[in-house]
């Protein structure tokens, strides 16, 4: 990925994303920004569309869980451009950034999002065609099946009950 690529990415989080809010970025942030901006010349170039999905779509739950691996590849990115970067001044902006983006990571995104995505990846590497794992699935369905279904009906509902409220609240009646 060559650095402007791993710039834009960067400047998705921080300035173009609606779902951060300048209020948690630091004047010193903002200065690491502006030099990397600066020094990458990110203004004479057309990006596109952007590079991570809108969150505004997912439960916060998922949101949660996106964030994680966006910020996980947000540090690689930033990894990767400290490495190639010859600029110390530049050099030093990324590794502040960086250590930034792990910091926020560490505080808010690790507890049990790291063993979840260790279990998605081993979900993602199962050998669909392998003839022991499908006789295998095929003895786990009914329970699996059981699960999600009974997840699915509390999740529908809780949509079901936050729209009655708000259509309650709209209409101006007293709630129960």
């Given at each position: 990925m060559t650095s402007l690529c791993s710039l834009t990415l960067l400047f998705t989080l921080c300035?173009?994303?609606?779902?951060?809010?300048?209020?948690?970025?630091?004047?010193?942030?903002e200065a690491d920004m502006q030099r990397l901006k600066a020094?990458?010349?990110?203004?004479?170039?057309?990006?596109?569309?952007?590079i991570f999905p809108k969150l505004d779509n997912f439960e916060e739950s998922e949101q949660?869980?996106?964030?994680?691996?966006?910020?996980?590849?947000?540090?690689?990115?930033?990894?990767?451009?400290?490495?190639?970067t010859q600029d110390i001044d530049v050099k030093k902006s990324i590794i502040q950034v960086r250590g930034r983006v792990e910091d926020l990571r560490n505080s808010y995104y690790q507890s049990g999002e790291q063993a979840l995505k260790m279990?998605?990846?081993?979900?993602?590497?199962?050998?669909?065609?392998?003839?022991m794992t499908q006789r295998k699935a095929v003895r786990e369905l009914l329970q699996v099946f059981q699960k999600?279904?009974?997840l699915g009906s509390r999740i529908q509902?809780?949509?079901?009950?936050?729209?009655?409220?708000?259509?309650?609240?709209?209409?101006?009646?007293p709630q129960p």
């Open positions: 300035t173009v994303t609606p779902w951060v809010s300048s209020n948690f970025i630091s004047p010193n942030m020094h990458f010349r990110t203004g004479d170039v057309s990006f596109g569309n952007p949660k869980l996106l964030l994680q691996e966006i910020l996980d590849v947000y540090v690689r990115i930033l990894s990767d451009m400290q490495n190639h279990q998605m990846e081993d979900l993602w590497a199962v050998k669909t065609n392998d003839l999600a279904s009974q509902e809780k949509k079901e009950k936050r729209r009655k409220r708000r259509q309650t609240a709209r209409r101006g009646i």
